[in-house]
């Protein structure tokens, strides 16, 4: 059964910084794209940021100069990076495993609840 299992979500104070990380198991990780979603209270899951197996990357508009994503493929983990964080991105960040040679094999992790607030 696939995992995707993230960490490092939480309480931030506007301005600050937060990195999350989602490491998955039972998939041939090199083999998929790597992405984070976000759903805040009320709104529909959106994209955030996503990372081709070949390092390929797409930003949502809100995330662009402000988030990084990144994979380490030795690792099987993907990284997002988020800096200048304001309250407006407080919501549950969701990983996602797609596989680049068929839709259909798409999975998601639980999603930590990251919170921007003074």
């Known amino acids: 059964q696939v995992q995707l299992v993230e960490s490092g979500g939480g309480l931030v104070q506007p301005g600050g910084s937060l990195r999350v990380s989602c490491a998955a198991s039972?998939?041939?990780?090199?083999?998929?794209?790597m992405g984070w979603y976000r759903q805040a209270p009320g709104k529909q899951r959106e994209l955030v940021a996503t990372?081709?197996?070949?390092?390929?990357?797409n930003y949502a508009d809100s995330a662009k100069g402000r988030f990084t994503i990144s994979r380490d493929n030795a690792q099987n983990t993907v990284y997002l990076q988020m800096n200048s964080l304001t309250p407006d991105v407080t919501a549950v960040y969701y990983c996602?495993?797609?596989?680049?040679?068929?839709?259909?094999?798409?999975?998601w992790g639980q999603g930590p609840q990251v919170t921007v607030s003074s």
């Open positions: 996602n495993a797609n596989a680049e040679w068929n839709n259909r094999y798409t999975y």
């Open positions: 990372i081709t197996s070949g390092g390929g990357l």
């Open positions: 039972r998939i041939i990780f090199a083999l998929y794209t």
